[in-house]
């Protein structure tokens, strides 16, 4: 299993990212996919989730209305539509499959996304 996150990058207050994920090495479009973010010293936290059936989505409160998740099965790939960036998003951003309460895999190296003027 193996997760390559991509288009992280310094960016103003109030501007735009779309992250995107690469998975290889399991069933895709069967798995749920979540974006995770951490900062230095804090726990992982919860960003959105996409499931495999009906794209159903659900967000974090902190990016609701402001970030969207999609997912492209035909590409193993799953994104993070980001606007309206605000500082507190400042962080490393990850992906994963999940299966019933597990992780599936290992964590890849995440992208930095930074928003500061």
């Known amino acids: 299993v193996q997760y390559v996150e991509s288009g992280g990058d310094l960016v103003q207050p109030g501007g735009s990212l779309r992250l995107s994920c690469a998975a290889s090495?399991?069933?895709?479009?069967?798995?749920?996919m979540r974006w995770y973010r951490q900062t230095p010293g804090k726990e992982r936290e919860l960003v959105a989730t996409?499931?495999?059936?009906?794209?159903?989505?659900q967000y974090a409160d902190s990016v609701k209305g402001r970030f969207t998740i999609s997912r492209d099965n035909s590409k193993n790939t799953v994104y993070l539509q980001m606007n309206s960036l605000k500082p507190e998003d400042t962080a490393v951003y990850y992906c994963?499959?999940?299966?019933?309460?597990?992780?599936?895999?290992?964590w890849g190296q995440g992208t930095q996304v930074t928003v500061s003027s």
């Open positions: 090495g399991f069933a895709f479009s069967s798995y749920v």
């Open positions: 996409i499931f495999s059936i009906g794209g159903v989505t």
């Open positions: 994963t499959a999940i299966r019933g309460s597990n992780y599936v895999g290992s």
